[in-house]
């Protein structure tokens, strides 16, 4: 390293800290740490809730990556961050000397769109720090998703950096094209340090049919140490649509021994696993054969080793891990059918001889090339199994592995069990979801499954899995389950609303038992359900009509093909204006929207802005439509109206 070079990382550093519920955040994170560091920032990522504010002054600037979850929360990795920024003994002047800017992931579908990133900005105005960059937003909504809106922020960005912090004379930013060093990398482990015998050959999960599950052929046995999980045992994987159906929906139980409580829009969190022959199809094109199967472990790379404050590894806990030869890191821990990022192809760029595949990899990263980067990744779902297909020349070294693939994130699923169905007979606690596995064809002409759901569509019960109980953002209070409801859920959408209706069941029964000739007090309840077909997709249509003997409760359900013209959710509202404002607005209820995110919240959210213009009558005098509009959004800030979209 030059003189030149040695005082730039003396007078430059910069903190890079997310909050991230399902590691986009991270990866934008992660893309703009390596922004900073080829502008000879001494850079440190991490997540929030890993760092203090008082620590942030110590750094040239900080950049905050957040993401927005529930109803406008911050994800649980930052908030203790958060908590400490909104103690009230905090003077205005608390993060003086702090300069800051702020990039925030978010739907537009959502109500409160991007809130965590605003909140978190504004907090941060009021305590002296000072932003020197406009903040950016990223929408999920995007034509081109999420890169739509951060490329052309980041490249605003970095030239901004290079104006206000200009590099030394004779001093230039890293290209791009020059590999910026592992942070960390594996290595063979010294093989008689350790009891741990290696797997030989391709992971024994058990992948093999049987007479009872015939569909079923994996039986899997989950031992990584994923930190703050449960282990469940899987003791039902039942499709609930007709195989001759479009979609294969399934209804999943699992068990864990101890008891848990847990609420109605609580999740719980999968983390995947690979499947043996795409493991052995990476292991052959990056010719990986010889070391596949034996032990390593993982350490810091050279630009870690004399850093003290070691950023946190890739993979946690992975020296806890029993069996961990390349093979298994690649089965169980790295995401090799994942859609890559433009910091995929300006990895794998190094990693070739061939100039043409280089040019082709690095025009991918090229901010003006977006369009085709889309056209080629995301547009196809191409994986990055397939890209390395097709880009044959690039050969990866085995010691890198955890530097260039994403690490698989675990997957939400809405908890569909509430009330009785929470506990087993023994005292433990009971997890019932209500998946639909991901299968469909692209504009290639490829079929294309989710990585998580195909892990779930083949496992037999008996398998164990590692999971995760994260608290979601429905936040029912007794007095709303209590009173009148709402509950709107297209497809599977329908999982956290049927938590929520055997909560109402449970609170029914108990009142019965100790008031056995009293009316219980609480309000009716509409469920408004979608789908294709009712003879193909009407969830739990046997527990609706059980239900309605103890809860007052009104199904309606909108089969978009079931007729000529298509009917949806939104429809229903219409038909029925009386009815949703008579429990909306005269009895002051409820309501919650759940399923897939996209243009159906919106839709529900006119209609019912509808019903609120027309008082309830069809042709009736209407009120002002501002009028309507403010009184949906009194809704939203007093907890009255929620949404859960996916």
């Avoid at 290595?187 to 992971?203: C, F, H, N, V």
């Avoid at 038909?575 to 429990?583: D, K, P």
């Amino acid at each position: 390293m030059s003189e030149g070079q040695t005082q730039a990382s003396q007078t430059r550093s910069a903190l890079v800290i997310y909050g991230s519920e399902t590691g986009n955040s991270q990866e934008v994170a992660e893309e703009l740490g390596a922004v900073t560091e080829r502008l000879h920032f001494v850079t440190h990522v991490a997540e929030m809730n890993a760092v203090t504010a008082e620590s942030l002054r110590s750094y040239t600037f900080t950049i905050f990556v957040i993401s927005t979850t529930g109803q406008g929360d911050l994800p649980a990795n930052a908030r203790t961050f958060w908590r400490t920024l909104l103690l009230k003994r905090l003077p205005p002047t608390f993060l003086s000397g702090v300069n800051y800017v702020s990039f925030g992931l978010g739907d537009s579908s959502y109500p409160k769109f991007n809130w965590a990133a605003r909140k978190l900005h504004k907090r941060l105005l009021q305590l002296g720090a000072n932003e020197i960059y406009p903040r950016g937003e990223a929408d999920q909504q995007h034509p081109e998703g999420l890169e739509g809106t951060f490329i052309p922020w980041l490249t605003g960005f970095r030239k901004h950096l290079l104006d206000r912090y200009p590099l030394p004379a004779g001093l230039h930013p890293i290209p791009d094209d020059v590999q910026l060093p592992p942070k960390w990398i594996l290595q063979l482990r010294d093989e008689d340090t350790t009891d741990a015998e290696p797997t030989s050959g391709p992971i024994a999960t058990g992948q093999v049919a049987s007479e009872e599950f015939p569909e079923l052929t994996r039986l899997d046995h989950d031992v990584r140490p994923i930190p703050d999980t449960l282990t469940a045992i899987l003791v039902e994987n039942r499709r609930v649509t007709p195989q001759t159906h479009w979609q294969d929906v399934r209804h999943i139980s699992m068990t864990v021994p101890n008891s848990v409580a847990y609420a109605p829009g609580d999740m719980i969190c999968i983390t995947p696993k690979n499947f043996d022959d795409d493991v052995q199809a990476l292991i052959d094109m990056m010719g990986w054969g010889e070391v596949a199967d034996k032990l390593v472990s993982l350490i810091p790379g050279k630009s870690l080793q004399d850093v003290v404050e070691k950023p946190a590894p890739p993979i946690p806990n992975l020296g806890e891990y029993p069996r961990a030869t390349l093979r298994a890191i690649l089965t169980d821990y790295l995401d090799i059918r994942a859609i890559p990022r433009r910091s995929f192809f300006s990895s794998i760029a190094h990693y070739t001889s061939d100039e043409m595949h280089k040019e082709r990899l690095l025009e991918f990263t090229n901010p003006e090339y977006l369009d085709e980067f889309w056209d080629y990744t995301t547009r196809p779902r191409r994986s990055i199994l397939e890209v390395l297909h097709e880009f044959h020349s690039v050969k990866i070294p085995w010691q890198h592995a955890t530097s260039v693939f994403p690490i698989l994130r675990g997957r939400q699923f809405s908890i569909a069990s509430g009330g009785e169905l929470k506990q087993t007979a023994d005292g433990g606690a009971k997890f019932e979801l209500l998946i639909a596995i991901v299968r469909y064809q692209t504009v290639i002409r490829r079929i294309r499954e989710g990585v998580c759901t195909k892990y779930l569509s083949v496992l037999r019960p008996g398998s164990t899995l590692r999971v995760q109980l994260q608290r979601g953002g429905l936040n029912s209070s007794a007095n709303q389950l209590a009173g009148p409801t709402v509950l709107i859920g297209p497809g599977t959408g329908v999982a956290p609303l049927r938590s929520m209706l055997w909560e109402k069941a449970a609170l029914v029964k108990a009142y019965r038992e100790e008031h056995p000739d009293g009316k219980p007090p609480i309000g009716p309840t509409i469920l408004l359900f979608g789908g294709r077909n009712r003879a193909a997709d009407f969830f739990f249509e046997e527990e609706w009509q059980e239900l309605s003997k103890l809860v007052d409760l009104q199904v309606f359900t909108a089969f978009s093909r079931d007729q000529r013209q298509k009917i949806y959710v939104q429809d229903i509202i219409r038909q029925n204006f009386g009815l949703f404002f008579r429990l909306l607005h005269e009895m002051t209820g409820s309501v919650y929207i759940c399923g897939s995110s996209g243009r159906m919240p919106q839709a529900v959210r006119e209609a019912l802005i509808e019903a609120f213009e027309h008082g309830g009558q069809e042709g009736a005098q209407q009120v002002d439509r501002q009028r309507a509009e403010e009184y949906l959004i009194g809704m939203e800030k007093s907890g009255r109206y929620k949404q859960e979209t996916w």
